[in-house]
């Protein structure tokens, strides 16, 4: 290991060696000769030699044979220089590693997703990764919850947003998440209805309306059931969507009202009115995922900071 002194030294003794002159064998024995190595480390001859006398004190015995065409190492001297020449590679990896996290000069990542992201908070999201590290390559998958933690495990994806609500906590010990931000559950109207010149609106006044749901037992139907249920009513379905963007086209022509994740309505038709929910909306958290097992390589680590601080520049959008 190396101290605080710039020494490296040796586990279960007291002897240390300097890795300068550590540094200078390994020039020595890959040259073949003090000159050359004198001359690629941007020292004399005179001063090389004298150095590599101290290294041999310190380890006890020779480390060169010194020969009228040069030098070779000894045995001791062909093990301390294999060693030297691992910590230095090893030292050199690191460093590179610390490039890449302050620069970013290289690498791909990939990210798993969910539509009403992808379609909102994510692009502000991309824009700014891509600026600040455009040599990174950037691919994006947008999938079902199931299908982005099958892709995360298997390390297709490196990161991947997900969602969860207060009634069912996401929970894998296998995986890391942090909360990137929470939105409110919303209502919307057609731009004709009797509600359309509201803010809010409570679940109780809508007992009597036609739901247009999302189809395929997506999880806005269990917050519809739940909301519904705690006001005293079973709601009717009048029209199941296959996206959010249909739900929109349908309520903006009075087939009915929809409750939504309020980033599902980041693009919104101009005949449909977003009503709250007040208090009590329904919360769902965003959460940023990531497997517990791993070591997260730089671009993972940069994505994850922008991430955070672009939700946190959008704190309250969209609650």
């Given at each position: 290991?190396?101290?605080?002194?710039?020494?490296?030294?040796?586990?279960?003794?007291?002897?240390?060696?300097?890795?300068?002159?550590?540094?200078?064998?390994?020039?020595?024995?890959?040259?073949?000769?003090?000159?050359?190595?004198?001359?690629?480390?941007?020292?004399?001859?005179?001063?090389?030699?004298?150095?590599?006398?101290?290294?041999?004190?310190?380890?006890?015995?020779?480390?060169?044979?010194?020969?009228?065409?040069?030098?070779?190492?000894?045995?001791?001297?062909?093990?301390?220089?294999?060693?030297?020449?691992?910590?230095?590679?090893?030292?050199?990896?690191?460093?590179?590693?610390?490039?890449?996290?302050?620069?970013?000069?290289?690498?791909?990542?990939?990210?798993?997703?969910?539509?009403?992201?992808?379609?909102?908070?994510?692009?502000?999201?991309?824009?700014?990764?891509?600026?600040?590290?455009?040599?990174?390559?950037?691919?994006?998958?947008?999938?079902?919850?199931?299908?982005?933690?099958?892709?995360?495990?298997?390390?297709?994806?490196?990161?991947?947003?997900?969602?969860?609500?207060?009634?069912?906590?996401?929970?894998?010990?296998?995986?890391?998440?942090?909360?990137?931000?929470?939105?409110?559950?919303?209502?919307?109207?057609?731009?004709?209805?009797?509600?359309?010149?509201?803010?809010?609106?409570?679940?109780?006044?809508?007992?009597?309306?036609?739901w247009i749901v999302r189809a395929d037992a997506h999880p806005v139907v269990e917050v519809l059931q739940r909301?519904?249920?705690?006001?005293?009513?079973?709601?009717?379905?009048?029209?199941?969507?296959?996206?959010?963007?249909?739900?929109?086209?349908?309520?903006?022509?009075?087939?009915?009202?929809?409750?939504?994740?309020?980033?599902?309505?980041?693009?919104?038709?101009?005949?449909?009115?977003?009503?709250?929910?007040?208090?009590?909306?329904?919360?769902?958290?965003?959460?940023?995922?990531?497997?517990?097992?791993?070591?997260?390589?730089?671009?993972?680590?940069?994505?994850?900071?922008?991430?955070?601080?672009?939700?946190?520049?959008?704190?309250?959008?969209?609650?």
């Open positions: 290991m190396i101290d605080h002194s710039g020494e490296l030294l040796k586990s279960g003794s007291d002897r240390s060696f300097d890795t300068r002159r550590l540094a200078l064998l390994l020039e020595v024995v890959e040259h073949g000769s003090i000159t050359a190595a004198a001359e690629s480390m941007m020292y004399t001859p005179s001063a090389v030699s004298q150095q590599l006398r101290k290294l041999e004190q310190e380890v006890g015995q020779p480390l060169l044979n010194r020969r009228s065409r040069g030098v070779v190492p000894t045995e001791a001297g062909q093990v301390l220089a294999g060693h030297a020449r691992k910590i230095f590679r090893q030292m050199q990896a690191a460093q590179s590693d610390l490039d890449q996290i302050a620069g970013l000069k290289r690498g791909s990542l990939s990210v798993g997703t969910f539509p009403t992201l992808a379609g909102s908070f994510l692009p502000a999201v991309i824009t700014v990764f891509k600026k600040r590290y455009p040599a990174i390559g950037l691919s994006v998958r947008s999938a079902r919850f199931d299908e982005l933690l099958a892709d995360l495990e298997s390390g297709a994806t490196g990161l991947c947003l997900l969602w969860d609500y207060p009634w069912n906590p996401f929970d894998d010990d296998g995986v890391r998440v942090t909360e990137v931000f929470r939105e409110s559950t919303v209502i919307l109207v057609s731009k004709g209805h009797a509600l359309a010149d509201r803010d809010s609106v409570s679940m109780e006044e809508l007992r009597d309306e036609s909301s519904a249920t705690d006001a005293g009513f079973e709601p009717t379905i009048g029209f199941l969507a296959n996206d959010y963007q249909e739900a929109q086209a349908m309520v903006s022509v009075g087939m009915g009202v929809a409750m939504v994740p309020r980033t599902a309505v980041a693009l919104q038709h101009p005949d449909v009115r977003v009503l709250g929910l007040g208090p009590g909306a329904p919360l769902r958290r965003v959460l940023l995922a990531q497997r517990q097992d791993k070591v997260y390589a730089p671009a993972e680590v940069a994505f994850h900071s922008t991430l955070l601080e672009v939700a946190r520049e959008r704190a309250g959008e969209y609650l």
